[in-house]
């Protein structure tokens, strides 16, 4: 192998390590479990602590909104069980009874406290309507 | 005209898969009379693939709600252009629009590149393949045409967050694009199999290779005009997995642009070049998989497409076949030349390379994770936002300073004197400009840095600009004589600067997001908030109707230094009709230092509003940097014999 191309060798190894860290931190720092309701009620001793980020449905007539505190509460579903969420913050336009949401947040065993929510449309509606998020 | 629709696909399908078949059995047994028919089936699948289309317009525009599909996703009370907009809004049209668009450009391709008497077989097999797949999937899985039993009397209607201009022009914008890797996938495959491996291929399909980067940038561009414009959350950009499955192609579609310079100047990453474009291609169908089957946008979605597998199987053949015939011609792909040195244009490219690989990798991870990390741990982990930022902010600023200093690197081997040089002007100006950022209050680390290479590449395109110029001009030509010629005569070169000032503006609107501000407020009628200068007084508001949609408006004064700017009436209103849907209608007031954008959250019984105002600095910059890309491109896209010529000239110099 040449002195250059050796050089080259080096530059990109450098380059692909510190590429390897970046990922890895920015890993560390925003993982969280991708659970859906009955894998949360399943194991909510051990997720106590941990960031979550929740799957279901918003279970039809449970959405309780005050819209100048800006407060939002809600059951989520799988279809057979639920948990009650809370939330505080703008909400998408996509969110309604019925509709698949995603939050993130944590679970004290009782209630799911989100900050963030994500809401896409019901079936009719393929997710090419990207980025329906909170 | 349903059942003309119908039998068009079948037939199509036919057509298709003869069009596979036969060029490779005319190519294989030197019969030139099969390979021939062949290509005639390329054309006659376009036509098909036409009246399909055409037929599914005249169902859509006539409103025949006999069709599942129209009944699906349309309405009376739709106008003409949303009417139009059903034929990609759901799966069966959206798929019908990626197989008519891809027999189009088969057609074009062929028409225009049949000359490659040895490539053409291989190339027309290869997209008739893929033809032959699209048209299997319409005709067996999920057809446009499908009728149902009673005609209701009017269609479902389209979800009304669909109705937005942004929305109108995005999925054919991103299917054209998508589709528009197929062609020089096409004939890097025909390269592969002919053992053609110099750059014919890649200079044949250049403006094609253009025109799908092209489409598949306006893709996302207007993908995030809607999501600002109507989403309503404040941004244009959230790691949404659909939104990664679109910025993927363009990614390794930018890095293959950049590495066919390489090729075709030294000779040199030539299984690269094959690798970056088998891999836009399957990403481009992984983006169209993503898109149609949910795989990723929840957790069972994957089970009930009924085109999710069969797009996975499909995907799976693509990769396998291309890169098992890849791997049969490692020893024929050997490339002529070599690096010459660690400071020098090709290894400024190759790190160009690197960068934008290490990017879709990093996005792809970040993508896919929940389902590598249930792979291997049993436990679906997932990463957010902080993960893509964290990787692709480093990049990106990495990527503005090779902007800036490629251009100024010589070819072979730079010389370090030459190099400081020509970057004394740049380094200057840019050291200026990070002054006057810091004068002008701006803090926040990533922008600031963002901004300052943002001044230093656009300072080191004019000076080398100016100086080719300034050359010519030496032959006694005006300056802006000069100027258009030297333009004229390399339009890729120029045509990429101007690219390259587009994106910088494009940066520069993304690195203004960093600093912005964003205020909650719940305000009675009279009071007032201030963010920054400008202080919103909230003077009442109301509900009213208007058609189908229930309207809540607020008015707000807008002040800026005391002095009376604006009125602002951002609305959140809900549409009734068969299905509710609430749609937030922002109010933004758009200058070219920010934009004031409200949101209005919510409206109390007692007449209070919840606002959400946000300021968004330089994001007129954004759009604007939209519209320097199409300049660049368009540039670009000029024929270029002379520069063809002097490109080869001066291989052949190098050569001797």
Known sequence: MSRTNRKILAAVVVFVLAGAYLAYNGARSSMAYYLTVGELLDRAAGMRNADVRLSGLVSAGSIARDAIAGTLAFDVTDGTRRLPVRYQGVVPDAFKDGAEVVVEGRFDGQTFTAARLFAKCPSKFEPEDEGEDA | ?656
Not at chain 2, 267 to 293: H, P
Not at chain 2, 651 to 656: C, I, K, M, P, Q
């Open chain 2, 1 to 656: 005209m349903s059942e003309i629709g119908a039998l068009a696909v079948v037939m199509a399908f036919v057509v298709s898969t003869y069009g596979t078949v036969m060029p490779l059995l005319g190519a294989g047994l030197r019969r030139g009379e099969l390979v021939h028919s062949g290509l005639r089936a390329v054309y006659a699948n376009a036509l098909l693939l036409g009246v399909a289309s055409t037929a599914f317009l005249y169902a859509l525009l006539t409103r025949d709600f006999g069709n599942a599909y129209v009944a699906g996703y349309s309405s009376r009370d739709l106008g003409f252009w949303y009417t139009l907009s059903v034929f990609w809004a759901g799966q069966a049209g959206s798929l019908l629009f990626w197989a008519a668009v891809l027999a189009a450009f088969s057609a074009l391709a062929v028409w225009r590149l049949g000359r490659l008497r040895e490539l053409i077989p291989y190339a027309a097999a290869t997209l008739m393949g893929t033809s032959a797949f699209f048209t299997m999937l319409l005709t067996f899985v999920s057809s446009p045409f499908a009728r149902l039993p009673v005609a209701p009397a009017d269609g479902a209607g389209l979800n009304p967050l669909l109705q937005n201009a942004g929305m109108f022009f995005h999925p054919p914008t991103q299917y054209l694009g998508f589709v528009g890797t197929a062609v020089p996938f096409a004939f890097a495959v025909a390269a592969l199999v002919t053992r053609h491996l110099d750059d014919e291929w890649i200079r044949a399909t250049r403006r094609w290779t253009l025109a799908a980067w092209f489409f598949l940038s306006w893709g996302l561009i207007f993908g995030m005009m809607w999501a600002y414009v109507e989403l309503g959350w404040g941004g244009f950009w959230a790691w949404d997995p659909v939104e990664n499955a679109a910025l993927l192609p363009w990614l390794t579609a930018t890095a293959f642009l950049h590495s066919v310079m390489i090729q075709e100047k030294r000779d040199l990453l030539k299984v690269w070049n094959v690798v970056l474009i088998i891999l836009t291609y399957v990403l481009a169908l992984f983006g169209t998989f993503l898109t149609r089957s949910g795989v990723l946008s929840s957790v069972h979605a994957f089970a009930t497409s009924s085109i999710g597998p069969l797009f996975f199987l499909f995907i799976l053949l693509v990769l396998g076949m291309s890169f098992g015939l890849l791997l049969t011609r490692l020893g024929a792909l050997r490339s002529q030349g070599e690096l010459d040195s660690l400071v020098s244009r090709e290894s400024g490219f190759l790190f160009n390379n690197l960068i934008f690989i290490g990017a879709a990798f990093a996005v792809f991870i970040g993508t896919v994770f929940p389902i590598l990390s249930e792979a291997v741990s049993g436990m679906k982990i997932s990463v957010g936002p902080p993960f893509f930022n964290q990787i692709n902010v480093p990049i990106g600023l990495t990527l503005l300073v090779l902007m800036g200093v490629c251009p100024l690197l010589a070819w072979r081997k730079a010389s370090p004197g030459h190099l400081l040089r020509s970057l004394a002007v740049p380094g200057v100006t840019a050291v200026a400009g990070a002054v006057a950022l810091l004068a002008a209050g701006i803090r926040q680390g990533t922008a600031l840095a963002a901004l300052t290479l943002c001044v230093f590449v656009t300072a080191a395109i004019i000076q080398d600009v100016h100086r080719g110029a300034m050359v010519r001009r030496g032959h006694g030509e005006t300056y802006a004589v000069a100027l258009g010629r030297l333009v004229a005569r390399n339009p890729r070169r120029y045509g990429g600067y101007v690219v390259h000032l587009g994106i910088i503006l494009l940066f520069a609107g993304m690195a203004g997001s960093a600093f912005g501000t964003e205020r909650d407020a719940v305000l009675a009628r009279g009071q007032t908030v201030t963010v920054n200068q400008y202080t919103l007084r909230y003077e009442g508001g109301g509900t009213y109707t208007r058609g189908e949609r229930i309207i809540t408006e607020a008015t707000l004064t807008v002040f800026e230094n005391g002095r009376l700017l604006t009125i602002m009436r951002p609305q959140r209103n809900v549409h009734t009709g068969r299905d509710e849907q609430a749609m937030t209608e922002v109010a933004i007031r758009t200058t070219p230092r920010e934009d004031l954008y409200v949101i209005l959250a919510g409206m109390g019984d007692d007449g209070r509003v919840n606002l959400r105002v946000i300021i968004n600095p330089l994001m007129m910059w954004m759009w604007i940097g939209a519209g320097v890309l199409t300049l660049g491109t368009l540039i670009a896209f000029w024929p270029q014999a002379a520069a063809a010529a002097q490109t080869r000239s001066r291989r052949l110099a190098e050569a001797a």
